[in-house]
Every structure is written in structure tokens, then in C-alpha cells.
């Protein structure tokens, strides 16, 4: 009985607080506690709304952040630099060394045999009368020397050829080439003698 009684109060209590919301303008905020406790007679029945018990958040298990491994850099390619083009210095080419031309080496001339026997020249015509001459070498030399035809035809001849022959004879002789300075009064004996004495070397081969 008394629970029908509570359920009863319960239900008019709403019921009016319907009717009043209806009739209130809506900008007219409500007591809701005041007129609650007018409408049970000034009597407050607690409504014993249970607290709700807060559960337990339940934390997510912590994952380990793992420990990242440094990955390795690519090594850095250096920059190419751009060579600056300089003005090429123009090359200075030294002088060419002179080489000095070397003196062709001087050969000894061949030893020829050396010149040995009597040679006879051939007999020079003059205006007195023909003169020969004859020579006899060694080792290359005149050793000796002979007239073998003198101008003859008159005394004058024959005093000329014995005053001329022995200077001529001694300077053959002591120049043993053909290389003689005559004799002064007998020029054309001398003549003679040097032409046919010339002709005695070069068949000697001198």
C-alpha cells in the first residue's frame, strides 16, 4: 500500500512539473529543486541516485619504442669545381745549340816506298848544243848528280861548262829537288840543266 501510495505522488509530481514547463516561457530558467519541493508539500525525498563508480582506465601496455639504428649516410660526392680557363702563356722555344762542325780527322798520307836507283833526265836543246842531266838516289834523296851532254862545240863551251856543271852539280844536290838558282855567265846552260834534271824526278817519281 504504501508503495502504491509513493508511486502515485511520484506520478502527479511529473505530471505537474509537465503542466508548468507548458506554461513557462522558455527563456524563464527552472528551479527544478524549489518547485519539487513544493509540489510534495514541502517535504524533500531524496532520490538516491547511485554514483557511478568510475572504472579503472585500463592503460595500454607501453610498446618499447625501439632503438632506431643510425643508417649510414652515403659518402658525399664533392662538388666538381670548374676549372677557370687562363689565357695559356705562350711556350718561349730556347735557341737551338749551333753544334760546331767537327774537323774532318786528318789521315796520314800512305808511306810510299822509298825511292831508290839512277834515273837519267831527258836532254834539253839549248842555243850552244844539248844538256842531260843524270841522278842517282836513296831513300828518296839526290844524292849524286852528272852532266851526260854538255855544249861542247868551241873553247868558250867548254870553259863555261867547267866553271857552271860543279855549282850546279853541288845545288841539285843540296836542295835534292829540282829547286836550284842557276849559275850567273851560263844561263843557258842552267836553263838546260833544270829542264832535264825535272824530267829525272818525275821518272824517279818524286
Known amino acids: 500500500m504504501g508503495a502504491t501510495k509513493a508511486t502515485l505522488i511520484v506520478?502527479?509530481?511529473?505530471?505537474?512539473?509537465?503542466?508548468?514547463?507548458?506554461?513557462?516561457p522558455p527563456h524563464q530558467s527552472l528551479n527544478l529543486g524549489g518547485n519539487l519541493k513544493g509540489l510534495v508539500g514541502g517535504t524533500t525525498t531524496p532520490t538516491n541516485t547511485p554514483t557511478p563508480t568510475p572504472t579503472p582506465t585500463q592503460k595500454a601496455p607501453?610498446?618499447?619504442t625501439p632503438i632506431s639504428t643510425p643508417t649510414p649516410s652515403a659518402p658525399s660526392t664533392p662538388a666538381k669545381s670548374t676549372p677557370t680557363k687562363s689565357t695559356p702563356v705562350p711556350k718561349t722555344t730556347p735557341p737551338k745549340a749551333t753544334?760546331?762542325?767537327?774537323?774532318?780527322?786528318?789521315?796520314?798520307?800512305?808511306?810510299?816506298a822509298l825511292v831508290n836507283g839512277t834515273f837519267d833526265g831527258s836532254t834539253s836543246q839549248t842555243v850552244y848544243g844539248p844538256v842531260q842531266v843524270q841522278i842517282d838516289i836513296k831513300d828518296s834523296k839526290i844524292i849524286a848528280a852528272r852532266a851526260l851532254q854538255?855544249?861542247?862545240g868551241t873553247p868558250l863551251d867548254q870553259q863555261i861548262d867547267a866553271q857552271a856543271v860543279p855549282?850546279?852539280?853541288?845545288?841539285?844536290?843540296?836542295?835534292?829537288?829540282?829547286?836550284?838558282?842557276?849559275?850567273?855567265?851560263?844561263?843557258?846552260?842552267?836553263?838546260?840543266?833544270?829542264?832535264s834534271l825535272v824530267s829525272a824526278l818525275t821518272k824517279a817519281g818524286l
Do not use: E, F, M
Open 150 to 152: 854538255l855544249p861542247t
Open 167 to 195: 855549282l850546279l852539280i853541288s845545288q841539285t844536290v843540296t836542295a835534292s829537288s829540282a829547286n836550284i838558282q842557276g849559275v850567273s855567265g851560263a844561263s843557258y846552260t842552267s836553263q838546260g840543266w833544270y829542264d
Open 99 to 112: 753544334r760546331k762542325p767537327v774537323p774532318p780527322k786528318k789521315t796520314a798520307p800512305p808511306v810510299s
Open 62 to 64: 607501453t610498446t618499447p
Open 11 to 24: 506520478v502527479g509530481t511529473l505530471g505537474g512539473l509537465g503542466a508548468v514547463l507548458a506554461y513557462s
